[in-house]
């Protein structure tokens, strides 16, 4: 519209649409998980030991919170 003479404001093309502003101007942020290397080892190492766990048993063994090692299993593709 701009290029045809007729300038019209974000907000108006906006509420014109019927999106939220913030919908507009959001812009996704992808983030890296962070794994503490110590607690990889030691799952790595009971996973050795006990090929058969699942994660919540590895969890239990390791005094860790189970969506961690389930996380940690997930991006080292331990399972």
Known sequence: ?????????????????GIPRRSFYYKPIQRTPKLNEDRVRRVQEKIE?????????LALLLGMNKKAVQRILR????R
Do not use: D, N, V
Not at 75 to 78: D, T
């Open 49 to 57: 030991a006990f090929p058969t766990y699942g994660y919540q048993r």
């Open 1 to 17: 519209m701009r290029s045809e003479g007729h300038p019209i404001s974000i907000t108006k093309l906006c509420r014109l649409f």
């Open 75 to 78: 991006l080292k593709g331990g």
